[in-house]
Nanobody, 125 residues
Framework: QVQLVESGGGLVQAGGSLRLSCAAS????????TGWFRQAPGAEREFVAA????????YYADSVKGRFTISRDNAKNTVYLQMNSLKPEDTAVYYC??????????????????WGQGTQVTVSS
């Protein structure tokens, strides 16, 4: 069983930066693939970024490539999402997700077993 808690959301002006954290409980979290997804009002949950358990393989949605960076510190059981050059269209609730499957389809929300409660990110223009 893994519990995920996101933090770091808030209100920022366009062009600003935020760093989201996803802290996990459970000794086996270091072997889990972890992803960030977001959901704006009235929209479906969409993939943002993901990282394999080793931290060496990362994946990004085209809309955030070059602006967002995902990383993990397995010693701290934490995954981060550094968000730079934020745009108003990045406004959403951001969710952390994790799954122990080595073969997970990492960009698909339905593939993940564990989810956090989400943290709100609001980017003003």
């Amino acid at each position: 069983q893994v519990q995920l808690v996101e933090s770091g959301g808030g209100l920022v002006q366009a062009g600003g930066s935020l760093r989201l954290s996803c802290a996990a409980s459970g000794r086996t979290f270091s072997s889990y693939a972890t992803g960030w997804f977001r959901q704006a009002p009235g929209a479906e949950r969409e993939f943002v970024a993901a990282v394999r358990w080793s931290g060496r393989r990362t994946y990004y949605a085209d809309s955030v490539k070059g602006r967002f960076t995902i990383s993990r510190d397995n010693a701290k059981n934490t995954v981060y999402l550094q968000m730079n050059s934020l745009k108003p269209e990045d406004t959403a609730v951001y969710y952390c997700a994790a799954d122990p499957s080595f073969h997970i389809i990492i960009v698909v929300a339905g593939a993940y077993e564990y989810w956090g409660q989400g943290t709100q990110v609001t980017v003003s223009s």
